[in-house]
């Protein structure tokens, strides 16, 4: 049962997902009583998703959609970043999501969305699982057992950067959308929730476009 709503959600990942931040503008009681503290705590564990997934494209990024957007893998990569945990990119967006519900002080976020989102993680995980076990057999299941899904092996950070070169490029060329995405929703709560003006919010705006044009500009010229 959990594969199988695992396939589903793989699947349409791409319109599900951005309705959780859209929930994030749902009017709710506060989670922090200081609104700076949420502010600072939502940041840096905003800024801690940001950092796993950049540091997953910049290293070795794995394609695991194929056609269709069905789960699809060439080969089983158990180096590098991924021997501190078998999920980095889904390490940094769960990391995102706790981190964008904090920041936005959001008590129904919190305690309903997050949750619900790392369980269709979850799910998501035991469906790409499965397909992995039964294309990788003893490789996987060899991997599974020394490795976490999730929780980093910290003691393995230091193994997952030998040899390994960080390409800036590379997350620009791949991860551009995310982090307009990304920022303008910064923008968008600290407008929302009055910490932000109105003309610097369109000021900040334009110079993630601009950016984002930029981006855009370098990767059709195969610059990045």
């Not at 070795?60 to 957007?69: D, F, H, L, P, T």
């Not at 469906?127 to 490789?139: H, P, R, V, Y």
């Not at 610097?200 to 993630?208: D, G, H, R, W």
Request: proline residues 3%; charged residues 15%.
């Amino acid at each position: 049962m959990l594969v199988k709503l695992g396939n589903w959600l793989f699947h349409f990942r791409n319109i599900l997902f951005p309705l959780f931040y859209a929930a994030l503008f749902i009017p709710s009681p506060d989670f922090f009583q200081k609104e700076e503290t949420a502010l600072i705590i939502g940041a840096f564990i905003v800024g801690t998703g940001i950092a796993v997934r950049c540091t997953t494209i910049g290293l070795v990024y794995i394609i695991r959609g194929g056609a269709k957007r069905q789960i699809h893998a060439e080969e089983l990569v158990t180096g590098g970043i991924y021997q501190v945990c078998r999920n980095p990119m889904y390490l940094g967006n769960i990391l995102l999501i706790i981190g964008f519900g904090i920041f936005a002080n959001s008590l129904l976020f919190t305690l309903i969305f997050s949750p619900l989102f790392v369980f269709f993680y979850i799910a998501i995980i035991s469906a790409e699982e499965n397909f992995l076990s039964g294309k990788f057999d003893q490789q996987f299941a060899d991997y599974k057992a020394s490795t976490n899904a999730i929780i980093p092996k910290l003691e393995n950070l230091g193994a997952a950067f030998e040899g390994q070169t960080f390409k800036w490029g590379k997350v620009i060329n791949k991860e551009h959308n995310s982090l307009f995405l990304y920022f303008s929703a910064i923008l968008l709560l600290l407008l929302y929730h009055g910490h932000l003006g109105i003309s610097l919010f369109f000021i900040c705006e334009a110079v993630l476009v601009l950016l984002y044009a930029l981006a855009k500009y370098l990767k059709h010229i195969n610059f990045i």
